[in-house]
């Protein structure tokens, strides 16, 4: 849930969420605009060692999700991408239709101490993005995602804007223990969760 902290320090989802600060006319990095999405993020208990009790490492609503939006973007020229969440960019790797955002950030903790200066979370998102006519072979649901790429004309440019409406995947905080006064409890552990996007623009 790092989008939603980080945002306040150097910036990961689950940390930015919690942020919601208002933008007009957001500008994104690179080139090529893909899309804006709207994800909820569930917690997937069966990969998760961290007590997502404990709001130092969840911070869920009644239904069990966190929500938060991000923007995928490209420069094609460079070969570089970026997530930007919150108006805040890092960068994405794009292959095929999968993209992965890694972000490592120091994030103070309270099961590691007042004194604690150097805790961080180190927050993996995972997607593979699907085209409208992907998207209706699935129904629209990734839990109907098996792993592969479902019949439908891949995500690409057209005239109308990048065809792309559903992002599938996970998003994966590990909290890592501080060296300078810190006593973290537990030291390490990891909170993951699936998630789901749908364009939003």
Do not use: W
Request: proline share 5%; hydrophobic share 35%; charged share 20%.
């Amino acid at each position: 849930m790092f989008l939603k902290r980080l945002a306040l320090s150097v910036l990961p989802v689950a940390a930015v969420a919690a942020a919601m600060a208002c933008y007009s006319d957001p500008v994104y990095p690179g080139n090529q605009v893909l899309g804006t999405f709207r994800f909820e993020a569930r917690l997937d208990p069966a990969r998760t060692t961290c007590d997502a009790s404990v709001r130092d490492f969840a911070q869920l609503d009644d239904a069990g999700l966190f929500r938060f939006e991000g923007t995928f973007s490209r420069d094609t020229d460079a070969g570089t991408g970026y997530l930007t969440v919150q108006g805040f960019s890092r960068d994405a790797g794009y292959e095929g239709q999968g993209v992965t955002s890694t972000l490592r950030a120091t994030a103070p903790r309270a099961s590691c101490g007042s004194g604690c200066e150097d805790s961080a979370i180190e927050e993996t998102l995972k997607v593979t993005l699907f085209s409208d006519s992907q998207a209706r072979t699935l129904n629209r649901d990734c839990k109907l995602h098996d792993g592969g790429i479902p019949e439908g004309t891949p995500p690409a440019p057209t005239e109308n804007g990048y065809d792309v409406s559903l992002a599938c995947g996970s998003l994966t905080d590990v909290f890592l223990p501080g060296t300078r006064n810190c006593n973290c409890q537990p030291s390490t552990c990891t909170t993951a969760y699936t998630i789901q996007g749908a364009r939003r623009d």
